[in-house]
């Protein structure tokens, strides 16, 4: 679980024991401020960047307890008018079996325990999948789970890059028929993943008659492609779409060229 200091921002993680010391007051280990952090408590922290774990409100009812796992039986009082048993001389003798005893006035109340260990399982299984949430969200199985349930709760997974799943269908190159000295190259791009992917960075390489390189090109999504909002949805699942370079020409030396993806 995961608490923010209110005075620097800092975030850190927490556990149950931690909230049980102080009844969720801590001291921040940055700045030295006190503050409450089951206020801003999350199970898991938000997709990067983030600036504020959000608060909670602090008007809502608090959850009412039902599943009682001990409940003490009342005590009885004898009536006045009721004769008290006459013990005789062999009651002393008498001793009552151990397995007829009531364990249940010495037995320890185990549920603060149970509900501390089911805390730490969820942090541990949260942080868990946090760590492994690339390999989650490219698994056939789990991501499009993972996707379903983000959009039930109108969130956005992280984006997970796999260029080799990324397939050059179709490529070309020509001299630019508007600005001089400059070549127009082409390409035909699929996303073969079962996951949307982030664009690629792409890497252009012009080469001559002998295969040498003479002149490299590295761009950057933002470079090749000037819609926005197409640069922050990424590239969807089976989706295809046509690249557009303009590079400059080195020198009529450059008969061949390579594209690959970052």
Same mark, same amino acid.
């Given at each position: 679980?995961?608490?923010?200091?209110?005075?620097?921002?800092?975030?850190?993680?927490?556990?149950?024991?931690?909230?049980?010391?102080?009844?969720?007051?801590?001291?921040?280990?940055?700045?030295?401020?006190?503050?409450?952090?089951?206020?801003?408590?999350?199970?898991?922290?938000?997709?990067?960047?983030?600036?504020?774990?959000?608060?909670?409100?602090?008007? =809502?009812?608090?959850?009412?307890?039902?599943?009682?796992?001990?409940?003490?039986?009342?005590?009885?009082?004898?009536?006045?008018?009721?004769?008290?048993?006459?013990? %005789?001389?062999?009651?002393?003798?008498?001793?009552?079996?151990?397995?007829?005893?009531?364990?249940?006035?010495?037995?320890?109340?185990?549920?603060?325990? &149970?509900?501390?260990?089911?805390?730490?399982?969820?942090?541990?299984?949260?942080?868990?999948?946090?760590?492994?949430?690339?390999?989650?969200?490219?698994?056939?199985?789990?991501?499009?789970?993972?996707?379903?349930?983000?959009?039930?709760?109108?969130?956005?997974?992280?984006?997970?890059?796999? =260029?080799?799943?990324?397939?050059?269908?179709?490529? %070309?190159?020509?001299?630019?028929?508007?600005?001089?000295?400059?070549?127009?190259?082409?390409?035909?791009?699929?996303? %073969?993943?079962?996951?949307?992917?982030?664009?690629?960075?792409?890497? &252009?390489?012009?080469?001559?008659?002998?295969?040498?390189?003479?002149?490299?090109?590295?761009?950057?999504?933002?470079?090749?492609?000037?819609?926005?909002?197409?640069?922050?949805?990424?590239?969807?699942?089976?989706?295809?779409?046509?690249?557009?370079?303009? =590079?400059?020409?080195?020198?009529?030396?450059? =008969?061949?060229?390579?594209?690959?993806?970052?």
């Amino acid at each position: 679980m995961y608490t923010q200091c209110p005075e620097c921002l800092s975030v850190f993680s927490v556990d149950a024991r931690t909230l049980a010391q102080a009844h969720g007051f801590v001291m921040c280990g940055h700045c030295g401020a006190g503050f409450d952090c089951i206020a801003t408590l999350a199970d898991q922290l938000p997709p990067d960047p983030f600036d504020e774990l959000p608060a909670h409100d602090p008007g =809502v009812e608090p959850p009412r307890l039902e599943a009682a796992v001990y409940r003490p039986k009342p005590k009885t009082e004898p009536a006045e008018s009721e004769t008290m048993p006459v013990r %005789d001389d062999f009651a002393d003798l008498i001793v009552t079996p151990r397995f007829a005893r009531d364990t249940r006035i010495d037995r320890p109340r185990r549920w603060p325990w &149970i509900l501390a260990c089911l805390l730490l399982l969820f942090g541990l299984l949260a942080q868990l999948g946090w760590a492994l949430r690339d390999t989650l969200i490219a698994d056939p199985t789990m991501g499009p789970l993972l996707q379903s349930a983000c959009n039930v709760m109108q969130c956005r997974l992280p984006p997970v890059r796999e =260029v080799n799943k990324l397939r050059l269908l179709a490529r %070309d190159v020509q001299t630019h028929p508007t600005v001089p000295g400059a070549l127009l190259i082409s390409a035909t791009v699929r996303n %073969d993943a079962p996951f949307t992917q982030p664009w690629p960075v792409v890497d &252009i390489r012009l080469s001559d008659g002998n295969g040498k390189t003479i002149a490299m090109r590295r761009l950057n999504p933002y470079e090749y492609l000037d819609d926005v909002d197409a640069l922050r949805r990424g590239l969807a699942p089976g989706a295809s779409t046509a690249l557009v370079f303009e =590079v400059e020409d080195p020198s009529h030396h450059a =008969v061949a060229f390579d594209m690959e993806f970052e």
